[in-house]
């Protein structure tokens, strides 16, 4: 048995036209959707994902601005760039990529973003909203893609032993409040770098979502069989024998596709979702304006 | 082996001098710490909840004031009502008693509370904290009496399996997060009404905090031995053999007590805790005010 492939690339495809198709409705109501990026420095990542966005927003038919300020920016300027944009009723959605320079207070940034602007969904008006069950509001992005990949599936989470690896903000505790929620109803099991006997809670899992980037940490053997796995990390390991002298490698390893029933390639599985979510959660906003 | 006794009631009772002396100290500055609580109708039972918070209140040296509404009050008028007291600088904490009434949106009467004089932390700017990992706004008071219990028994809880029955916005999810938090450091999983093979995740718990309200849904012989029970059940079962004609019992059956390291008794265990938290969340709010 070899494991389906949750291919994030073509579920991401099948979405666009829904939203080409929102984004001419607003249109012709003379609303123009409108993103704006902001990206503080010039790292090189940063740079990257920063343009896929944006190549996202132009097949989609949205607007977008990138504003790019220098790394020794302050903390009020940038808050006041944010100001900015929250008073300007022609942009629906503001984000900051991450990562930010350390003297940045990034909580305080995330609260500064109207929560209707709110693309990423990290202002914690947002993500309280999941603690209180009420999916009313702006969902992280990659949480909401990796709910879509599960649907996918057309297998009932419904009492299902999911486990999360990671606990970062953006990704494991979203998600682990997502999975939980009714109407999802996962047994969720949340992981991390301080938790003992690993390997036997991802045995118990008939779904296993790994976030913590670091590459081949989830062994094949500790896959349950038919298990579903999503794998977030993307990580590079030196491979001389390759042209780009690197591997893109995820947190579990390769040997898990003989034995899951379904399985997320990386690249192609999670970070095409994380985009399109965004693009979602930019026309949602917009259409709430 | 008998289990060793979390006595919430002595435990809550070591912390009133420590609030009284911040109350007095606050005195000093001629700030008299104020709680407002808004009672929509006149259910016995919450009468007599509202009763307790404001002897305790009377106890550490709060002013309280009750605010008793008729249960046919709109939404509007109960948001202005609340509005009124976010505006009074002489007031440091509102909450408003649970439950509402149907007609009530209780997420909306949560979110028009200040986060500030947020006293039970239902407030999404305070539960979103919670996901972004941040312990500086104000936390409900239920999940941060369970925690002081658990610190009570000395043991670390970093990497142990922590299990808490139910999903609640006001215990179980805000509890769940707490857990998996840097610093706490549990493996978390979530359990709850659709959840399957709940025993055997109970008999695997080293820490075991049931909150649904179900009297002796969780047997004695599910538990781990040496395990923490936190009991936070609380519901009434018929009893003629006795004078008042029912028995307070919890969510854990007795025989637990033999198994268990440690346990809360019920009553006396975990309702204290959330009283005397409730107490330091209104005396916190009239410090940073």
Request: with cysteine.
């Amino acid at each position: 048995m070899v494991a389906l492939i949750l291919d994030g690339t073509s579920i991401a495809r099948e979405l666009e036209s829904g939203l080409i198709t929102r984004v001419e409705n607003l249109k012709k109501k003379s609303i123009i959707t409108h993103l704006v990026v902001i990206l503080v420095g010039d790292d090189s990542a940063s740079e990257i994902y920063v343009k896929n966005k944006q190549i996202m927003c132009q097949r989609i038919g949205i607007r977008s601005t990138l504003v790019n300020v220098d790394d020794d920016i302050s903390q009020d300027e940038l808050e006041r760039i944010i100001d900015e944009y929250n008073d300007d009723d022609e942009v629906h959605g503001i984000l900051v990529q991450s990562p930010l320079p350390e003297k940045i207070d990034g909580l305080k940034i995330a609260s500064k973003i109207l929560p209707r602007k709110d693309v990423d969904g990290f202002n914690p008006i947002n993500l309280g909203r999941l603690v209180q069950g009420d999916i009313g509001g702006i969902i992280p992005c990659t949480p909401l893609g990796i709910i879509h990949l599960l649907e996918k599936t057309g297998v009932s989470l419904e009492g299902k032993r999911a486990t999360v690896l990671g606990r970062s903000r953006i990704v494991g505790m979203p998600l682990s409040l997502l999975l939980a929620m009714k109407g999802v109803d996962a047994t969720v099991t949340i992981v991390h770098s301080r938790s003992v006997g690993i390997e036997r809670i991802c045995s118990d899992s008939d779904i296993l979502i790994s976030a913590i980037g670091v590459p081949n940490f989830v062994k094949g053997e500790w896959i349950k069989e038919d298990s579903i796995i999503i794998d977030v990390g993307i990580s590079r390991i030196e491979d001389s024998g390759k042209k780009s002298g690197y591997n893109i490698v995820g947190d579990v390893e390769k040997t898990a596709n003989k034995i899951a029933g379904w399985i997320t390639p990386v690249p192609g599985g999670v970070g095409p979702m994380t985009i399109i979510k965004l693009m979602e959660n930019t026309v949602r906003c917009s259409e709430l304006s």
